[in-house]
């Protein structure tokens, strides 16, 4: 074990810091979920893109640095200490981008990873339907190759940056016959095809970023099909690993919030009560472990370990860590809390982030799924409804 | 930067988590709790593996580790729920004094003929000691009134991170036990571990210990690296794991149903010793007020790049 940082990372880091300390926006961008906050974001990532820092860790042909899971927990630590806006890329980088990196044809990544990692096209994701969505395999939509295409009909829902984004990559059921697990494909589609009709839902906010998605026979190309056909159960499996495990929420995001929680208690400390003290200190230290966590995970993974089921750990920790941290958050704004904008005009970002924390705690797989797998493939209990 | 034990380390503790596995079961407790706690014969073979003298220097006859292995050992002590001192004795009197300088008769301790209890203001009473008799809640534990007029930083931290170390081996034991029982015991025709009611709880408690682990092994690198700051992150440390040994407590005992209430279930053993070990070396409040103090008085600093702070 060692916690030291070597000279050179020490020294990428001083890079990032300096990048960020250029480039990060003075004023926070509008939200992510409407036209205009999501045109920023994207213009953000083509800034980012600029400097080469789209996805460090990718090898340079698709558009990384090449660099290790250290450099990025030290990209991530200084892009949020620098106050970086949400990651309107991160259904790509973070999700399909590592997934087509495990599964996909060298065409497949020469094609799809340099534009994701410049910020060019822009991805949603499509796995719940009416019908399934904790339990992702009652999947209907339906895929039947036709010749050299798929022709997709059917409904998702509950797809993140939809609303506005480029691509989408989901699982659909290819084989008719086919019942649960089996028969489905993991197949990637040009949101503006002919026979996509989206519709943005307005969310607990009052703005949308995802939206419901309707296929009326939609031709897609069998080349757009990841690892093949009936293999779409275990890609997605291994795409809910990367958004569970290490990936979509980088330790830097919560000990940002720590932060400026440590400041907004003494800004209040006036008011605020021992248990939001206590709860301030915790968010702290929870926030610390999910980092130390983060490091011990990558250092695993570096190593030539995997994440296994362990990934809902981490899941059912951070979702449940920022829910806290913006619950005190509110608390100790008192009446102030309900103020979409503070009397000065600037945005209660803590208002944002509590609402958008309750959305924890259910996306990627809702914490009691997330017990369940816990229980049964970690701890080895009896599947629900063994006799 | 590598968050990650050595195969050395690994080796080590789990050679030790098998030889306590394989001598010091539950069969044993009883039979100290029965025959008066202590067997000089378990003492000699913890000796014999060279545990007594793990922190002892080589120039001494011992193995010369540091504190991040002694902290493993402890857990698997803590998982075995070890009745005899080795932790308060090899782990902590014996780094204490090495720090101090105060090497004499450390032979003696690598041999298992001397063992070292020492007090500290913050105990007003010690185990393994000698000194006016006290009943702990821990029928395995031998406490005796112990008076301490010098309140050494170091001899705390020390005490205090081995307590943590142990409490997450506690925790692992008693979510061990709890999943076991869960998938044996049958109602309503099935296993109670089929239950989302009690699956979602034990998922709860390996939540807690598996994100209170990484604290304990970061301050024990601290401590033995001397980082300033180590303080906060033994008292950090023995806050995550004290909380998960408490949450874990008491829902193994639920999963055990009244099963879980009776002295016939080996579950009260590490229950107990999990109760005493919070409080042990630095109580709740105590270690709460170090972290707080540190941070809202702003000695140590916060953010995404002071992980390592």
């Not at chain 1, 994701?125 to 009909?153: C, F, L, N």
């Not at chain 1, 939609?218 to 990936?247: D, H, I, K, S």
């Not at chain 2, 699956?199 to 994100?211: D, G, N, T, W, Y």
């Amino acid at each position: 074990m060692d916690l030291n940082y070597t000279p050179q990372q020490q020294a990428f880091r001083a890079e990032v810091r300096a990048w960020m300390k250029a480039h990060v926006p003075k004023e926070p961008l509008v939200t992510l979920e409407c036209r205009e906050g999501y045109d920023q974001h994207v213009a953000w990532e083509r800034t980012l893109a600029s400097g080469n820092w789209g996805m460090v860790t990718w090898p340079e042909e698709f558009g990384g640095r090449g660099l290790d899971l250290i450099q990025w927990l030290i990209f991530e630590e200084e892009y949020f200490r620098a106050g970086g806006p949400n990651r309107a890329n991160q259904n790509g980088i973070f999700l399909l981008g590592p997934t087509i990196m495990e599964f996909g044809t060298p065409e497949q990544k020469a094609r799809f990873l340099p534009p994701m990692a410049r910020g060019e096209v822009i991805w949603a994701q499509a796995w719940s339907e009416p019908g399934a969505g904790s339990d992702m395999a009652a999947i209907q939509s339906k895929a039947v190759r036709d010749g050299d295409h798929y022709v997709i009909t059917g409904q998702k829902t509950w797809s993140s940056r939809a609303a506005f984004a480029d691509w989408g990559f989901g699982i659909f059921r290819t084989d008719p016959e086919s019942k649960r697990h089996k028969g489905l494909t993991f197949i990637l589609f040009d949101l503006n095809s002919p026979g996509i009709t989206r519709r943005p839902i307005r969310q607990l906010h009052g703005d949308t970023g995802f939206a419901e998605l309707f296929f009326d026979e939609v031709r897609v190309p069998v080349e757009n099909c990841l690892a093949g056909e009936g293999q779409g159960w275990n890609v997605a499996m291994a795409t809910a690993g990367f958004e569970r495990g290490l990936m979509l929420r980088s330790p830097g995001r919560f000990q940002a919030t720590a932060k400026r929680l440590v400041e907004l208690y003494k800004a209040n400390a006036a008011h605020a009560s021992p248990a939001a003290r206590e709860a301030v200190v915790q968010a702290w230290g929870s926030a610390q472990a999910y980092a130390y966590n983060t490091y011990a995970v990558a250092a695993k993974i570096m190593a030539g370990g995997r994440i296994g089921a362990e990934a809902s750990l981490n899941k059912i920790f951070w979702s449940e860590l920022d829910r806290a941290m913006h619950r005190t958050a509110v608390q100790l704004l008192g009446a102030a809390a309900e103020l979409k904008r503070f009397a000065d005009g600037s945005v209660n970002q803590w208002l944002e982030g509590y609402i958008f924390s309750l959305s924890g705690p259910i996306y990627a797989g809702s914490n009691e799924v997330q017990r369940n797998i816990t229980a049964e493939r970690l701890l080895g209990l009896p599947r629900v409804g063994a006799g | 930067m590598d968050f990650r034990f050595s195969d050395d380390q690994l080796t080590l503790a789990e050679s030790v988590r098998d030889y306590l596995a394989g001598t010091h079961g539950p069969e044993v407790l009883r039979r100290l709790d029965a025959e008066g706690n202590r067997d000089p014969a378990i003492w000699q073979g913890l000796a014999d593996m060279g545990l007594t003298g793990l922190l002892v220097p080589e120039a001494q006859g011992g193995l010369g580790m540091g504190l991040v292995e002694a902290a493993l050992i402890a857990a698997e002590c803590g998982r075995a729920c070890l009745a005899e001192p080795l932790v308060d004795s090899a782990f902590v009197g014996v780094p204490w004094l090495v720090a101090r300088g105060q090497t004499d008769g450390l032979d003696e301790v690598v041999a298992g003929t001397r063992r070292i209890a020492v007090p500290h203001p913050i105990n007003p009473w010690l185990a393994d000691s000698e000194g006016a008799a006290l009943t702990s809640v821990d029928p395995l534990r031998n406490l005796a009134v112990a008076e301490a007029t010098e309140a050494d930083d170091l001899l705390l931290n020390v005490g205090a991170l081995m307590s943590a170390a142990q409490l997450v081996g506690l925790s692992d034991a008693m979510l061990s036990q709890a999943v076991e029982y869960a998938k044996v015991r049958t109602q309503f025709g099935q296993p109670v571990g089929a239950f989302q009611g009690l699956k979602h709880q034990l998922a709860s408690c390996s939540v807690a210990i598996e994100f209170a682990k990484p604290v304990v092994w970061r301050a024990a690198q601290a401590l033995q690296d001397g980082l300033p700051s180590a303080p906060v992150h033994v008292s950090h440390a023995k806050l995550a794991a004290s909380d998960a040994a408490m949450l874990t407590a008491e829902t193994a005992i639920q999963v055990h149903g009244a099963m879980g209430y009776t002295y016939e279930v080996d579950l009260h053993f590490w229950m107990k010793r999990s109760w005493a070990l919070c409080g042990a070396w630095g109580d709740r409040a105590f270690h709460y007020h170090r972290v707080e103090e540190a941070l809202l008085g702003g000695a140590q600093p916060i953010g995404p790049e002071h992980t390592f702070a």
